[in-house]
């Protein structure tokens, strides 16, 4: 074996770098010691090159299942071009083409090669790679976007369930799975469903100094707010993200007829416009794109200066990547919600289409989740995180709530009549439920279940839904009670919870004034 202490000579010469990014180190250690590893790194953190330094190093062919096929051209140029053996594999080549490949890997000159996942599932493809297996050995697979395998990711593949078959087949090759994107639940699922043996786990911080974050709900008059945040950027690069398609085209016709080089982007245009749209932006030939998140899997393009959310995207890890485009160079950049009750009717509305009950549920969750982020009052950066399973101690000053925070009032006597709600219904329910017995609501909910007999049953009408609920956002935020993560986001009481109850603990709220039951926005443009 060759020694560990040459990986810089390597990196310096295959790829030309001096130093390893934070993490890449080791990863590549474990990586070489032939153990399976999981990688979760967020954007631009160098996922790359944890398998391909390896993939070197190693005796035969790594091979690297990649779900984006523009990518994948992409990347194997660019390895091409430093002088190494790459090459891929899928269904836009010709026949011709892929037998000419395959003889040219089984010539011993490749040692990277790209499929897409649901090669694995072409007849041929099984028979090639035993026969490499046999010839040259698969040195490991790496599996970049690993969190499609999980329906509880944001961008759920289900040729990704094939990969299993990898395992199953060639149980002694190493694997790698990569993703910039992993809730804890994601994490579990990507292990279970690739079956990965005892993983190396590599857990790169989330956290993006650079990025303000801010949320404003959204006004009646949306796009002349809209209009105010690009007149704050004026020539900086920016990313609209709307929910259809039809907004889309709207939103960009009407910044052109304002003399702002904007352009749409979403799946319903032909591929060619697509491009010349995409590559526009890139160029700097269109300050703005307009787009739905159809744009920006595997773009790079480091100067984006704001990222705009017109419409409340579906779920908080596709905002976190969306958002997250903004500010790649490093220096300052803005990620902006637009905020409004009705998104959430619209949200719903859409959840409620879905002919799956398991897939309803992920998506409520899903919501919930972004709600919560939306009416937050505490740091933003701590909301997000919380969902990556980091600790962030918050007070980022560099988000609307750390640096405008809203008023602290103390509610202990609101939190401990909402904890020994949730006592008394057994922590069998979720936050509106125990919200309808405390402001003693008669639905055949609360009736059923002989909630309106509770002592606490209506103790909270001088309160309004959105007050309690603001409450029992801060409890969660602060650690004061648990919401169970398997969809039904039952409530239940920790040790906290109880010192509240016993009066051990004081429990202070950042509040938003409420406003009466007038809606924003849901305006004609
Ligand atoms: P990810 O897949 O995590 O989004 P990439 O693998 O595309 O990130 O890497 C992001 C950029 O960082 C690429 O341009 C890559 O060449 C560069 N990079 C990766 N590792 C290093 C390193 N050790 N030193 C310098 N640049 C690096
Ligand atoms: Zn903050």
């Known amino acids: 074996m060759y020694q560990l202490n040459s990986l810089e000579s390597s990196l310096k010469h295959f790829f030309g770098y001096d130093s390893f990014r934070p993490g890449q180190r080791q990863i590549i250690t474990e990586a070489l010691q032939n ?29 690297v299942v990649s779900p984006l096929i523009a990518l994948m051209k992409d990347q194997v140029d660019a390895l091409q071009n430093n002088g190494i053996g790459a090459t891929f594999l899928n269904s836009s080549l010709e026949r011709e083409e892929v037998r ?18 649901e090669r694995l599932l072409s007849e041929s493809f099984i028979p090639f790679l035993d026969i490499l ?11 970049d976007e690993a969190h499609c395998v999980s329906e509880w990711g944001h961008d759920f593949r289900p040729e990704y369930r094939q990969l299993r078959l990898l395992r199953q087949r060639y149980p002694d090759v190493p694997m790698m799975a990569l993703t910039a994107t992993a809730t804890q639940r994601v994490q579990q699922d990507i292990i279970n469903q690739l079956a990965l043996q005892a993983p190396h786990f590599h857990i790169a911080s989330f956290n993006r100094p650079n990025l303000y974050y801010a949320v404003q709900p959204k ?21 609209i993200y709307c929910l259809s398609r039809k907004n889309v085209e709207e939103i960009a016709a009407r910044l052109q007829r304002d003399n702002i080089s904007a352009l749409p982007y979403h799946a319903g245009m032909t591929p060619e416009l697509r491009n010349h749209n995409q590559t526009c932006f890139i160029r700097d030939d269109a300050q703005i794109i307009v787009a739905t998140i159809a744009f920006g899997m595997g773009i790079n393009k480091p100067d984006v200066r704001f990222v705009l959310h017109y ?27 637009f905020y409004s009750s009705s998104d959430i009717f619209r949200v719903r509305y859409f959840i409620d289409q879905k002919p799956d009950p398991n897939e309803q549920r992920i998506a409520y969750q899903q919501l919930e989740q972004m709600i919560d982020y939306a009416e937050g009052t505490t740091c933003r950066r701590t909301i997000q995180l919380s969902y990556f399973g980091e600790k962030f101690k918050g007070n980022c000053q560099n988000c609307d709530n750390c640096r405008d925070p809203k008023p602290i009032e103390d509610w202990t006597i609101e939190a401990q009549k909402f904890l020994s709600c949730v006592a008394r219904t057994k922590e069998k329910f979720g936050m509106s439920h125990i919200i309808d017995v405390l402001r003693g609501s008669r639905s055949k909910k609360v009736e059923g279940y002989g909630h309106h007999l509770l002592s606490t049953y209506g103790i909270g009408k001088d309160k309004s839904k959105e007050e309690w609920k603001m409450l029992a956002r801060a409890l969660l935020h602060q650690g004061l009670i648990n919401q169970s993560q398997d969809g039904y986001n039952t409530l239940k009481l920790n040790k906290k919870s109880w010192e509240v109850l016993r009066k051990q603990r004081e429990v202070s709220i950042a509040v938003t004034p409420q406003k009466s039951t007038k809606r924003a926005g849901e305006e004609p443009l």
């Open 35 to 63: 153990r399976d590893v999981l990688v979760i790194m967020p954007t631009g953190g160098g996922k790359s090159l944890c398998y391909q330094l390896p993939a070197l190093l190693r005796s035969g062919v790594t091979i």
């Open 100 to 117: 000419d490949r395959e003889h040219q890997i089984l010539s011993g000159s490749i040692k990277l090669l790209y499929v897409a996942p």
């Open 133 to 143: 297996r046999d010839r040259l050995g698969l040195a490991s697979f790496a599996i």
């Open 219 to 239: 006004e009646k008059r949306s796009y002349l707010q809209l209009l105010k945040i690009i007149q704050d950027h004026a020539n900086g690069s920016g990313i």
């Open 311 to 337: 419409d409340l995207p579906r779920n908080l890890e596709g905002y976190y990547q969306e958002s997250g485009r903004a500010g790649r160079d490093g220096e300052s950049a803005t990620c902006i919600l």
